[in-house]
């Protein structure tokens, strides 16, 4: 993908949402927020990446989506609507989009990782989530949830029943694994891992971005390259700002830079 920013425009990249959780109130307070960044953002934006998991859980039956959520569906519809490129990257927790988005918000839907070049800086872009060593019963899973005859028996189901259940199995999910996700570990990292190893094969390339991990890091790894953990919103509230040449990670609503968050 090839992105070319016009002068005094940025390319904003965010992860992790998680809308929908861990209540109503809670939720909707954090999509005011969401919505307010990216008022906020859109002053100078050329594009928004949304690099996964924006919501805790989403399924589209063929004439049905889940109720909720218009303030950030009304806002990305607008800000498509003024010419701002957005895309979204699906997570382990949206990987069951299908094409709303892209029809009613005109939102590119991005379900795989991608190469993208802006401005002569190449970056590595994807959720996260089964990227590199280890972790084989996780890979099993995802290889079954994006089985095309699951999602087809899923949506046989009652939307009352089916949404009942897959927001406590992904409740269920987030108790069992939400302390490793917030663990940095190191050089042992899976997607410090990956990136290394994919240094010594590939091109050279400037970032690797990622979502997944709820960690906000910049760090340099290998070649000079460098990996950005985007962190996630039920916490940190961070992102990323790239101006064209320089990629800031930053809080929200501060705006300060995120120094040394791992160690």
Excluded: C
């Amino acid at each position: 993908m090839e992105i070319q920013l016009k002068p005094n425009k940025k390319i904003y990249f965010a992860s992790d949402f998680h809308l929908g959780i861990p209540d109503y109130e809670t939720s909707r307070k954090r999509e005011e927020l969401i919505v307010k960044w990216l008022d906020d953002i859109s002053v100078d934006a050329s594009h928004i990446l949304l690099m996964g998991d924006i919501f805790d859980f989403w399924f589209e039956y063929k004439r049905v989506v889940p109720k909720g959520f218009v303030r950030i569906l009304g806002k990305l519809a607008q800000l498509t609507d003024s010419g701002i490129e957005i895309h979204l990257f699906t997570g382990n927790h949206d990987m069951w989009m299908h094409n709303y988005f892209e029809k009613e918000l005109s939102v590119i839907i991005q379900r795989k990782p991608i190469i993208a070049t802006i401005n002569n800086t190449t970056f590595y872009l994807a959720h996260g989530d089964g990227i590199g060593p280890g972790d084989k019963n996780y890979k099993l899973l995802k290889t079954i949830f994006s089985s095309r005859l699951l999602q087809w028996t899923f949506s046989r189901l009652h939307p009352n029943f089916a949404l009942m259940f897959a927001n406590a199995w992904s409740q269920k999910s987030r108790l069992v694994n939400h302390l490793d996700d917030e663990v940095f570990f190191g050089n042992e990292e899976r997607l410090i891992l990956f990136s290394n190893e994919y240094l010594k094969t590939h091109k050279r390339l400037d970032y690797f971005i990622f979502g997944h991990r709820h960690l906000a890091y910049n760090i340099e790894i290998d070649n000079k390259a460098r990996i950005i953990n985007l962190g996630e919103w039920v916490k940190q509230k961070t992102f990323a700002e790239f101006d064209g040449t320089e990629l800031n990670l930053r809080y929200y609503p501060s705006w300060e830079i995120v120094v040394n968050p791992v160690s």
